[in-house]
């Protein structure tokens, strides 16, 4: 029989959780053991979240490629209404649970792994990532680059925030503002894109009275703002 690769101790560990060996080595009180776990398991996450940041890239490319834009608009919307919405769902609900929503929300951007700026004004919180952890560092990889990079929508249009030559993994926020006004009326949070995408940062914006947002989040999504909320 061939020679063994891995003793018994060596598959346990191999198969433990990153998170558990960090507890223990938290525990044994390892601090040099505990860093390099730590930035390890870093390095796998953003690894696994890469992969499927592209896997989602390539297939929304081809989407756009084989059935065109209409088509890549009906299909985002409705994958961006299975996720979005339910965890807006989640959410504490009422006003006095806004700064518990917008911790969850920030939290779920710490999934992109980057380092954050937040700042608040008494109107509103806005959130950068930098860089951003999924669409600017596809900018920033150069991944629409070449023959066989990933789609940039040409065409001005809603899901592009009626910009042209768009990033088609970005093309999701705005779906995301659409799907939650169309079912809450308001949007929770809308998106300030950079003016370069990917060399610059986006916003995230969430507005501390949701009848302040400005008229001009839902005209370019192709709505008209409340006639009951019409102070900007």
Request: proline share 6%; charged share 30%; glycine share 8%.
């Amino acid at each position: 029989m061939a020679e063994r690769f891995f003793s018994e101790d060596e598959l346990r560990e191999m198969g433990k959780r990153s998170v558990d060996r960090l507890t223990e080595a938290i525990e044994a009180g390892d601090t040099e053991a505990a860093k390099r776990i730590g930035q390890r398991m870093y390095n796998e996450f953003l690894s696994m979240h890469d992969l499927y940041r592209n896997w989602t890239t390539a297939m929304l490319s081809e989407v756009g490629r084989r059935f065109g834009d209409e088509a890549l608009d009906e299909i985002m919307t409705a994958g961006v209404k299975a996720w979005w919405l339910p965890n807006l769902e989640k959410m504490p609900q009422g006003a006095d649970k806004l700064p518990q929503r917008i911790k969850m929300f920030v939290a779920g951007l710490r999934g992109h792994l980057q380092p954050m700026e937040i700042q608040e004004d008494d109107e509103k919180v806005v959130i950068q990532m930098q860089p951003c952890g999924s669409g600017g560092r596809l900018v920033l990889e150069g991944k629409y680059e070449g023959p066989d990079g990933f789609l940039t929508v040409e065409k001005p249009q809603r899901m592009t925030y009626n910009r042209a030559n768009f990033p088609v993994y970005c093309a999701h926020e705005p779906p995301m503002e659409l799907v939650d006004i169309e079912k809450n009326g308001k949007p929770f949070v809308v998106v300030e894109p950079a003016a370069v995408l990917g060399k610059e940062h986006c916003s995230f914006i969430i507005y501390k009275d949701a009848s302040k947002v400005p008229a001009k989040y839902y005209e370019r999504l192709g709505l008209k703002k409340p006639e009951t909320d019409t102070a900007d």
